[in-house]
């Protein structure tokens, strides 16, 4: 299948770019062209990747290793990656941390968790890139999430972590629009084969429950929300700053709402 974006020249970031959502994203932009680098917290997973890239045709393909929560350590590894390519075109950051349960029966620990991982993760990566980037041109993408946006029991970590990405994304669009830096978020949808769905719709039930309530009546895929992706990145998308885009298929629209009510339901009825 053509490519119908061409990203020949232009260097890619995807950070947690090893698994799911995020290597789907990666390997596309290698398939247009693309000088792609991942970072994950895995130096196994990070190799597996780049190999991965390569076959797709991201000849020049690298990584390194690296948790988001450490923020000297995204600083190093991005300004290697930087040095031996030149300016970073496209950062596409979607680290992420997730599990459901309710607020009396989450540890602080495990909130400050998905918080460090989702919220303060983003604030790093985006002060590592900053100096890298192609001022102007350059395209910042965020991975939110629907919890974002729409309260879901069992989620509060998520909610109000990925509620604090979007207002990242909106607060550097005012910040460093005057440089020709453009930055968006992109909310995805139940996506098919992730690990996060696997989480959250642990079993046909919740699965089937999850496809009707989508407008569309199916899950996502990885290529949708990656195809999103080239858009946002391309120059088709020169004029749109400063937006948070649910690639969904109409989920937020009332069936999040439901299928949160329904793992709120599961996680209750758990023995103690």
Same mark, same amino acid.
């Given at each position: 299948?053509?490519?119908?974006?061409?990203?020949? +020249? &232009?260097?890619?970031?995807?950070?947690?770019?090893?698994?799911?959502? +995020?290597?789907?994203?990666?390997?596309?932009?290698?398939?247009?062209?693309?000088?792609?680098?991942?970072?994950?917290?895995?130096?196994?997973?990070?190799? @597996?990747?780049?190999?991965?890239?390569?076959?797709?045709?991201?000849?020049?393909?690298?990584?390194?290793?690296?948790?988001?929560?450490?923020?000297?350590?995204? &600083?190093?590894?991005?300004?290697?990656?930087?040095? #031996?390519?030149?300016? =970073?075109?496209?950062?596409?950051?979607?680290?992420?941390?997730?599990?459901?349960?309710?607020?009396?029966?989450?540890?602080?620990?495990?909130?400050?968790?998905?918080?460090?991982?989702? =919220?303060?993760?983003?604030?790093?990566?985006?002060?590592?890139?900053?100096? /890298?980037?192609?001022?102007?041109?350059?395209?910042?993408?965020?991975?939110?999430?629907?919890?974002?946006?729409?309260?879901? #029991?069992?989620?509060? /970590?998520?909610?109000?972590? &990925?509620?604090?990405?979007?207002?990242?994304?909106?607060?550097?669009?005012?910040?460093?629009?005057?440089?020709?830096?453009?930055?968006?978020?992109?909310?995805?949808?139940?996506? @098919?084969?992730?690990?996060? *769905?696997?989480?959250?719709?642990?079993?046909?039930?919740?699965?089937? $429950?999850?496809?009707?309530?989508?407008?569309?009546?199916? *899950?996502?895929?990885?290529?949708?929300?990656? +195809? $999103?992706?080239?858009?946002?990145?391309?120059?088709? $998308?020169?004029?749109?700053?400063? #937006?948070?885009?649910?690639?969904?298929?109409?989920?937020?629209?009332?069936?999040?709402?439901?299928?949160?009510?329904?793992?709120? @339901?599961?996680?209750?009825?758990?023995?103690?």
């Amino acid at each position: 299948m053509s490519m119908p974006f061409d990203f020949k +020249n &232009k260097n890619v970031l995807v950070v947690g770019g090893t698994s799911g959502i +995020n290597r789907g994203i990666a390997e596309t932009f290698a398939k247009a062209g693309a000088c792609v680098a991942v970072v994950s917290r895995a130096q196994e997973k990070v190799n @597996d990747t780049i190999q991965s890239l390569k076959a797709c045709g991201a000849a020049g393909a690298r990584g390194f290793a690296a948790d988001v929560r450490e923020a000297e350590a995204i &600083k190093n590894g991005v300004a290697e990656i930087a040095a #031996a390519w030149g300016k =970073l075109d496209v950062v596409v950051s979607g680290a992420a941390g997730n599990f459901p349960a309710l607020a009396m029966g989450m540890s602080p620990n495990g909130f400050r968790s998905v918080i460090e991982i989702d =919220l303060l993760g983003t604030f790093h990566v985006m002060q590592a890139v900053y100096p /890298h980037l192609q001022k102007p041109g350059a395209s910042i993408i965020n991975i939110s999430a629907p919890q974002a946006e729409v309260p879901m #029991a069992g989620q509060s /970590h998520v909610c109000a972590a &990925k509620a604090g990405v979007d207002m990242i994304t909106r607060t550097l669009c005012l910040e460093w629009g005057a440089e020709g830096v453009r930055i968006n978020s992109i909310i995805p949808g139940p996506i @098919d084969n992730t690990e996060g *769905m696997k989480r959250l719709a642990p079993n046909e039930a919740i699965r089937a $429950a999850v496809k009707k309530s989508v407008p569309l009546q199916r *899950m996502g895929s990885t290529d949708d929300i990656a +195809n $999103a992706c080239l858009f946002l990145a391309s120059d088709f $998308a020169s004029y749109i700053t400063g #937006a948070v885009i649910p690639v969904d298929g109409g989920w937020a629209q009332g069936g999040a709402a439901l299928v949160g009510a329904g793992l709120a @339901d599961m996680l209750k009825a758990m023995p103690k």
